[in-house]
């Protein structure tokens, strides 16, 4: 039987899990209330920061699924996003509009990526 590691892990959930080399995060939200380019970079920076905690980084991203509130703001937030992923790893990514946790929330990200 394989180890599961869990990082940040609370109640009611981890912020990642590594197991068999794959590592999940846990959807990463930015300051509520802040504009939606604020908010995808508030996501990646706590995405990087989980990987790095992993022993990854965003070049071994597997996966990616955002969730926006609103659909409207697909073009700012791929503007931060595409700024984000280096040249040549782009993982399999989708996209979909959702009511998130908070009202002021805008942006919701998960990951799946492989350990280094």
């Given at each position: 039987m394989s180890d599961i590691t869990r990082i940040a892990t609370g109640q009611r959930?981890?912020?990642?899990?590594?197991?068999?080399?794959?590592?999940?995060?846990?959807?990463q939200v930015g300051t509520?209330?802040?504009p939606?380019?604020?908010?995808?970079?508030d996501c990646l920076d706590k995405v990087d920061a989980l990987l790095e905690q992993c022993g990854s980084d965003k070049t071994r991203v597997l996966q990616a699924v955002i969730w926006l509130k609103d659909m409207?703001?697909?073009?700012?937030?791929?503007a931060v996003w595409d700024a984000w992923v280096p040249e040549g790893h782009a993982p399999a990514r989708a996209c979909g509009e959702s009511k998130l946790a908070l009202p002021g929330l805008t942006v919701e990200i998960t990951i799946v990526a492989a350990a280094n």
């Open positions: 959930m981890s912020q990642a899990v590594i197991h068999n080399g794959t590592i999940y995060l846990a959807g509520e209330g802040a939606v380019a604020q908010q995808t970079q409207d703001d697909f073009a700012e937030m791929n």
